[in-house]
T-cell receptor, first 116, second 114 residues
Framework: AQTVTQSQPEMSVQEAETVTLSCTYD???????LFWYKQPPSRQMILVIR??????QNATENRFSVNFQKAAKSFSLKISDSQLGDAAMYFC?????????????FGKGITLSVRP | DSGVTQTPKHLITATGQRVTLRCSPR?????VYWYQQSLDQGLQFLIQ???????AKGNILERFSAQQFPDLHSELNLSSLELGDSALYFC?????????????FGDGTRLSIL
């Protein structure tokens, strides 16, 4: 079974600074997808960024980028120029690429606070 | 707005009772997923339906059941409720079952058991 680990329960960053959220996963599959979801206090689950395992290039979405290290099974999220609106809980998630079982497996999440 | 509608937003009930949570997927989405978010277990996959048929099961208790109707809306039924069932229940939908099709989440139903 696949597992996703987010070992840091909380992090804090100064507004306009850069922060990196860590995530590791365990799988024996070669075809899979990785995601970062944001859950603000409004409790919505918002997709931030996704990475296909077969792509070597790291995904980027505006101020959000990932560092995907497939051999190390590491998938960290970098938030540049942090804004107050980035304060939220962030979840790393894994999804098998086979299609037969396309559920998301989530980590425990990390609470990010942004200091003004 | 994700386009996924969940009702009700909040539900307060007592132990031993039965409740039904409802989810309307985004227009055009045939797959519906249910997830439970609790303080001790985190976010866990419960069950998936595709075009009316069950496709995958996760950590869903026998006291819980779900179905997807011909109009593609889905209901999650929770019975013989226990204090530990208090959680945020999310519904997500996607176009199909392929892993490259993103799941869009509703705002969740907050269930509180007194």
């Amino acid at each position: 079974a696949q597992t996703v680990t987010q070992s840091q329960p909380e992090m804090s960053v100064q507004e306009a600074e850069t922060v990196t959220l860590s995530c590791t996963y365990d799988t024996s599959e070669s075809d899979y997808y990785l995601f970062w979801y944001k859950q603000p206090p409004s409790r919505q689950m918002i997709l931030v960024i996704r990475q296909e395992a077969y792509k070597q290039q790291n995904a980027t979405e505006n101020r959000f980028s990932v560092n995907f290290q497939k051999a190390a099974k590491s998938f960290s999220l970098k938030i540049s120029d942090s804004q107050l609106g980035d304060a939220a809980m962030y979840f790393c998630a894994y999804r098998s690429g086979g299609g037969a079982n396309s559920k998301l497996t989530f980590g425990k999440g990390i609470t990010l606070s942004v200091r003004p | 707005d994700s386009g996924v509608t969940q009702t009700p937003k909040h539900l307060i009930t007592a132990t031993g009772q039965r409740v039904t949570l409802r989810c309307s997927p985004r227009s055009g989405d045939l797959s519906v997923y249910w997830y439970q978010q609790s303080l001790d277990q985190g976010l866990q996959f419960l069950i998936q339906y595709y075009n009316g048929e069950e496709r995958a099961k996760g950590n869903i208790l026998e006291r819980f059941s779900a179905q997807q109707f011909p109009d593609l809306h889905s209901e999650l039924n929770l019975s013989s409720l226990e204090l530990g069932d208090s959680a945020l229940y999310f519904c997500a939908s996607s176009v199909g079952t392929l892993s490259n099709q993103p799941q869009h989440f509703g705002d969740g139903t907050r269930l509180s058991i007194l």
